[in-house]
Every structure is written in C-alpha cells, then in structure tokens.
Nanobody
Framework: QVQLVESGGGLVQAGGSLRLSCAASGRTFSIYAMGWFRQAPGKEREFVAAIRWNGGSTFYADSVKGRITISTDHAKNTVYLQMNSLKPEDTAVYYC??????????????????WGKGTLVTVSS
C-alpha cells in the first residue's frame, strides 16, 4: 500500500502563491505516476496535474497551464504543486494521488490507486 499526506494548503489572496506538498510512504517503488486533483464546492473532482515518477513527463489541465507546476523530490519521496497567480476559482480541496498504472487517460479521469485526504486551498478576492 501507499500512503499520501498533503500539506501546504491555506488562505491566500488572489494573485498570491502556494506550494502544496504530498509526502508518499509505504510501497512507493510501485508508483508509476503521481497527480493532483481538486474539488471545489458544488463541483466534481477535476484533474489538475500529473507527473511520471521517474520519467519526468508532466501533464496539466488547460485551466491551470502556465500558473501551476508539478515537480518531485525523490530524496524526500515528495511531489509538489507550485501554484502562482491564484484566482478565487482555484479555491478547492486539493488531493494528491498515485497510480501503478500507465494509462494517462485513466489517470486524468480520476482512476488512481491511492489518494490522500486532501488539503484546503482558499483564495480570497
């Protein structure tokens, strides 16, 4: 099993920045890719970004491309989500996820194997 713990959420003003962290533990050697999803109030969970754990390839939702960067630090077993120029519509619970699979279409639709409990990001106007 893989355990994921998010941190770094909080309250930030529009235009500000936050860096979310996701610490992975357990059978991390089985991870193929990790990603971030978010769920805003009254909306379904949506894909934000993903990164192949060892390959370095990244994928972003069009809505965040250019403002958000996903990266990893293998020494710390951690994946990051750097968010800049935050907007009120970015307000959501952000979830870290991991998968052992290799189908990116399944990943972006939420077909991940492991999920963190989420960290709340609130962007005020």
């Amino acid at each position: 099993q893989v355990q994921l713990v998010e941190s770094g959420g909080g309250l930030v003003q529009a235009g500000g920045s936050l860096r979310l962290s996701c610490a992975a533990s357990g059978r991390t050697f089985s991870i193929y890719a990790m990603g971030w999803f978010r769920q805003a109030p009254g909306k379904e969970r949506e894909f934000v970004a993903a990164i192949r754990w060892n390959g370095g390839s990244t994928f972003y939702a069009d809505s965040v491309k250019g403002r958000i960067t996903i990266s990893t630090d293998h020494a710390k077993n951690t994946v990051y989500l750097q968010m800049n120029s935050l907007k009120p519509e970015d307000t959501a619970v952000y979830y870290c996820a991991a998968t052992t699979g290799q189908d990116m279409e399944i990943m972006v639709r939420g077909g991940m194997d492991y999920w963190g409990k989420g960290t709340l990001v609130t962007v005020s106007s």
